[in-house]
């Protein structure tokens, strides 16, 4: 009896989670398959997942790739490496003209000089046809309306939480 309890409540619980946004597993998936490869320093693939609006604001992929590619190796030489991303679950999708959109809660380990950093952050992810393909924002810890300045397209309903301050670990 429960056995059957518990699967019931872990049916209601998928019920759930799928009525706030069906498209959630999609999501994740590719905002991890996004995450694995800025891991492995592969920007050419990782920019395949950036919101257009953003290459175009960088002046075109080849030039956001190289921009990305000259500030992340400038962190190295400063002694700031990615250790690790975490992707959240996949908030309420929004539906703006032919957009979806949602916000993605992620979670960031850095080495840094003498210590070890995690921070937390949010990406909105967008989906220009019906959920399938999606392109992600770093929102970089600013508030929705400084980025509807740049990105006018997205939604006033998009959830931007308060970030806590970074843990910063010293090293042993």
Known sequence: MKYITLSLLFLVISICALAQNPYAATIKAQAETMSRF??????????????????????????????????????????????GVTIGDPGSAITVGQEIQCTVPQTLAMKIPKASLTAQSTLIAISPDGGKKWYFLDTSRQDLAKLQKSIPTLSDKLVLPKYPAPVVVPDK
């Open 38 to 83: 800025m891991m492995k320093k592969d920007y050419k693939a990782f920019a395949k997942y950036t919101y257009p609006k953003i290459a175009e604001m960088a002046g075109g992929e080849d030039k956001m790739i190289a921009a990305m590619t000259k500030s992340l190796d400038d962190m190295e030489k400063g002694g700031v490496t990615f250790k």
